[in-house]
């Protein structure tokens, strides 16, 4: 694009670049678009970057998707291969989208703020992966729309505690200076999740997150809030010895685990105030995941047509919680997602869809009680 300016003497010509104009010109639609939301950073959201396309990506990463054994010695197995066939119950009203898609990533904010969340929780599959591209695309559409970010750390990263070590130290180095970064700001310190943590010893952890341990993070340029997963009854002492300075109960599922359970998270709270803890309870609405584990029919949680969702948001409101996790924007392959979805039918197959709501609907109700979360 060229802009001609006229001055007395001549005509000089200045040749912008016509993206430089379209993404000048976005950040400050995107900016009022962020002021008349009014977001809460007290909100997580989790966030999955992990979906391809052939066109973007080479593959439809995870919109294919294997049917997955329960164990060892179950012998099920078969393939969804995307292309309207894919590993989830519900399908995207944005179709199979590329998790790299500029486009799609800005849609996704725009959803997101509108929504009021503050904080989106990537996940974190390493720098080695395919999903590494997308991570400063999503960081820069956050800080468009006001959006913060952190990261959760998946299992194929944390195989040790120095491996999970290493993983903050490199998202710091390479993403800490983002204005889109997260920072608590009673710690102002950034955040990071670590899944399944509690397949690891407190000991070994306690070597990274230990005041006093041997490879700490602790008093160091890449110190941090770190959250481990609460799963059993009795996790203190774990809590306690592996120097982790909160939890957080991810699963949507409610009673799938003591954590998720919400009768149990008034004491949760409780106990995390008395230790120095801080408690993240996390509110879905609903989960279905038999495409990809049919034999988890057990665990599905109907929507009730937004009454679930309700149920669980109140609960995290009783429990008097500082922050709320919620699970999720778009985990499909869990049934977890808030992202709109929208009636499909592929073949004989029938996808579930939000009923007679509209296809943003719960993006609507997460806006209605975050307004409520004070």
């Not at 699970?327 to 009636?343: L, V």
Request: aromatic share 18%; with cysteine.
């Amino acid at each position: 694009m060229s802009l001609l300016i006229k001055r007395p003497e001549k005509a000089i010509l200045y040749k912008i670049p016509t993206i430089l104009l379209v993404l000048f010109f976005l950040f400050f639609i995107c900016q009022a678009y962020g002021q008349k939301n009014k977001l809460n950073y007290k909100a997580i959201c989790f966030y999955y970057n992990w979906y391809g396309s052939v066109k973007v990506d080479g593959s439809p990463w995870h919109w294919e998707h294997p049917i997955m054994p329960q164990n060892d010695k179950d012998t099920t197995s078969g393939f969804y291969p995307g292309n309207g066939n894919i590993g989830a119950n519900y399908y995207p009203q944005a179709g199979e989208y590329s998790s790299a898609d500029f486009a799609v990533i800005e849609k996704h904010m725009q959803q997101i703020a509108s929504a009021g969340i503050g904080v989106i929780a990537v996940t974190w599959l390493g720098q080695d992966d395919y999903t590494f591209k997308s991570v400063s695309l999503i960081l820069d559409a956050a800080n468009r729309y006001r959006i913060k970010v952190c990261f959760q750390i998946e299992p194929c990263v944390r195989t040790s505690a120095i491996a999970t070590r290493n993983a903050v130290e490199f998202l710091l180095t390479q993403f800490g200076k983002h204005p889109a970064f997260f920072k608590n700001t009673q710690t102002n310190k950034p955040l990071f999740f670590v899944y399944d943590s509690y397949v690891i010893s407190a000991s070994d952890w306690y070597d990274v997150f230990g005041i006093n341990g041997k490879n700490t993070i602790r008093n160091t340029a890449f110190d941090a809030d770190m959250i481990g997963l609460w799963v059993t009854k009795d996790e203190q002492a774990f809590f306690l010895e592996s120097g982790f300075d909160g939890f957080y109960t991810y699963f949507a599922a409610s009673n799938f685990t003591y954590g998720s359970s919400p009768a149990n998270w008034p004491q949760l709270k409780k106990w995390a105030d008395e230790n120095s803890k801080i408690f993240i309870p996390s509110v879905g609405p609903g989960y279905i995941d038999v495409r990809v584990r049919p034999w988890n029919a057990r665990n599905t949680k109907s929507r009730e047509n937004g009454a679930y969702f309700d149920r669980m948001f109140q609960a995290a409101l009783d429990s008097k919680v500082n922050w709320i996790g919620i699970t999720s924007f778009n985990e499909w392959h869990e049934g977890t997602q808030i992202e709109p979805a929208k009636p499909f039918m592929n073949g004989d197959f029938k996808y579930e869809d939000y009923q007679t709501q509209k296809t943003d609907f719960y993006l609507l109700k997460t806006k209605f009680w975050l307004g409520k979360f004070k």
